[in-house]
């Protein structure tokens, strides 16, 4: 889309004139700027936001995937460009500026239990990152697992329906129990329904009919292509990293690597990419050595490996 194009959408957007799909798209790009730490939506200060959006802004130019002008207006345009989108960022941020949001980051080798406003709880597994409000005071209960895993005890509202969102997904419910594995290295997201029912589609999907999960059940969704396939499992097996399980079932080993990384604080290197397409099927308990895992990895799969200095090379 063209600088044209999001001022005339910005310009709707103020004299509330946009269609709701137009409305979504300007929002939920304001979502990632500050999902990617771009935006901090308690900020008022104009000028700090516009130095920070033109930055992005100049990296996509010299990218090429704004529109090419000659260099005199190109300036005149990205100034333009940037004041507006910096008074709709500014206009979004007073106008919830009563929001408080709270990142946590679990480091790796931990896991974490958070108690939301509502009750709710969170369990996160090692190194993921979550983003949730220090009260829910809005029509929705929203929470944004920006990195990892994290299994959800939810409270029912009726009137409120609790949102998790990932970079991929958006899950609704109003109380159950469910596991979303969302690591950004990851080509998947996938959803676990422990008990309750969740509806899970797409992020920025608009009127998309959602899929519909019951427990044991499970859908994984294609980040890079929206694909979402729908299954049933054992979802014990998906939550058993709660009880300090490894259970890996037809897994790639780069993410097998990812979960280890996490688990054991090393980091986890493939001398040829093929290796890492390697599927992988094993129990384990985190109360094994890592050196005993990668002994039945490399065992398995006819692969040699080394350890020094906590890098891990097949």
């Known amino acids: ?20 799909d137009e409305k979504q798209y300007l929002e939920s790009m304001f979502d990632q700027l500050s999902m990617e730490g771009e935006f901090d939506e308690n900020t008022i200060d104009t000028a700090a936001v516009m130095h920070r959006l033109k930055g992005k802004i100049d990296r996509q130019i010299r990218k090429g995937r704004l529109v090419t002008l000659p260099v005199m207006l190109r300036v005149a345009a990205v100034v333009l ?18 929001v408080q949001y709270v990142i946590t980051t679990v480091p790796r080798g931990q896991k974490m239990k958070l108690t939301l406003s509502d009750g709710s709880t969170v369990v996160l597994n090692a190194g993921s990152k979550i983003r949730y409000p220090k009260t829910f005071n809005q029509k ?6 920006l990195n990892g895993e994290a299994f959800f005890d939810v409270k029912h509202d009726d009137e409120k329906p609790f949102v998790v969102e990932t970079p991929g997904t958006q899950t609704q419910v109003l109380g159950t129990t469910f596991n979303v594995q969302a690591y950004q290295e990851f080509k998947e997201v996938k959803v676990t329904v422990v008990s309750g029912k969740v509806a899970v589609k797409e992020a920025g999907a608009g009127e998309q009919k959602p899929v519909l999960l019951l427990p044991d059940e499970q859908v994984i969704v294609n980040t890079a292509t929206g694909y979402q396939a729908k299954k049933h499992v054992n979802a014990n097996e998906s939550t058993g990293w709660m009880q300090g399980k490894f259970i890996f079932r037809n897994e790639t080993l780069i993410n097998v690597a990812l979960i280890l990384q996490n688990s054991y604080n090393v980091k986890i290197e493939f001398n040829k990419e093929t290796t ?8 384990f308990s985190s109360t094994d050595s890592l050196e005993k895992i990668l002994f039945a990895i490399a065992k398995a799969n006819g692969l040699t490996y080394s350890i020094k200095d906590k890098i891990v090379r097949f």
Request: charged content about 25%.
């Open 1 to 20: 889309m063209e600088e044209k194009d999001i001022k005339n959408l910005l310009d709707l957007y103020f004299k509330g004139e946009c269609t709701p």
């Open 81 to 98: 460009f940037i004041s507006s989108v910096a008074a709709f960022f500014y206009y979004k941020s007073t106008r919830f500026s009563t």
């Open 140 to 145: 929705t209960r929203n929470v944004t697992l």
């Open 276 to 283: 890492k397409e390697i599927r992988f099927t094993a129990n």
